[in-house]
């Protein structure tokens, strides 16, 4: 194995357990906290703005100061953020129906895989469904398969 | 209020972002789980073993934090109808946008990336509209 793909692999690990450790330890892996602040009618818990805060406040820093300025990653890799900036869309719509989702039932992916651990029937119905969803907008996506009121997607403005 | 926690949701807070600086810095990959997933779904060379790495590393954070007092929430009484349509939903709606509340809410804010910065807004509107219309009929 190369040294590249070495430290793809375990920077990969790394980041992924301390991913995991905060959504558990910030309070995301609990649906009722999610959905006690998107309540905002109700009885509102501001929790999950500092934990969205938090992470941009350390993300922020390092990104515009360090990362920014490299032209590929430490391990000469290229960085993956594409520049895009056309608001689309799909950019609009994925998000109304992943915002519905996340209110539907309180989980989105980061904390649901964070919680695979407990081993609860719910939160592997809801990899799973998530994994079909998933399956389902890349073939929407690829012009092969109908979405209801909008039927097959058009090739053309690929 | 009674349920508020700021000091552990700023320090897990920070933990998130420093976990996608880390990423970011020292391999170019961006920690954004819904990405992370469907790339695991649609292979491409040189893409698929970081990211099967992060997501064991997902799995197994549990148990790095349980020596830490730390537990996850009982889930058990969720109604499993309602989460796998959410589940559908979520999947859908992050492919078709691009992210979710980590790619779009933390790596994509902190870079004042403007389809980032339209697709929280979006999602988190929709989130609380929906959570509104639930709370209307009784169901919070």
């Known amino acids: ?158 | 209020m009674e349920n508020f926690t700021p000091w552990t949701s700023l320090a897990g807070g920070a933990l998130l972002g420093l976990s996608a600086a880390l990423l970011m810095l020292f391999s170019g990959k961006i920690a954004g789980i819904s990405g992370v997933i469907a790339g695991v779904l649609t292979p491409q060379k040189n893409e698929s073993s970081w990211r099967a790495a992060f997501i064991v590393g997902m799995i197994l954070s549990l148990l790095i934090v349980m020596p830490f007092g730390f537990s996850l929430p009982d889930i058990s009484g969720e109604n499993i109808l309602l989460v796998s349509l959410a589940g559908v939903m979520v999947g859908f709606g992050t492919r078709l946008g691009n992210g979710c509340t980590s790619g779009h809410g933390i790596i994509g804010l902190g870079r004042i990336s403007k389809r980032s910065i339209y697709a929280t807004a979006t999602f988190m509107l929709s989130a609380i509209v929906v959570v509104f219309i639930r709370s209307f009929f009784g169901a919070i």
């Open chain 1, 1 to 158: 194995m190369s040294k590249l793909k070495f430290i793809r692999i375990i920077v990969g690990f790394i980041s992924g357990a301390l991913f995991g450790a905060g959504m558990i330890i910030s309070g995301m892996v609990d649906p009722n906290k999610v959905i006690g602040f998107l309540n905002i009618s109700g009885n509102w818990d501001p929790s999950l703005m500092f934990v969205m805060g938090g992470a941009i406040t350390v993300f922020a820093p390092i990104y515009h100061l360090v990362i920014k300025k490299r032209s590929t990653a430490i391990n000469g890799d290229q960085f993956a953020y594409s520049n895009n900036t056309k608001v689309d869309g799909n950019l609009i719509w994925g998000a109304i129906i992943f915002g519905a989702g996340w209110g539907l039932a309180g989980f989105c992916p980061g904390p649901a895989l964070a919680s695979m651990g407990g081993g609860t029937n719910i939160i592997f119905a809801f990899i799973l469904s998530m994994l079909v969803g998933i399956v389902f907008a890349n073939q929407y996506l690829a012009g092969r398969f109908p979405l209801p009121f909008v039927g097959y997607r058009e090739q053309c403005d690929l």
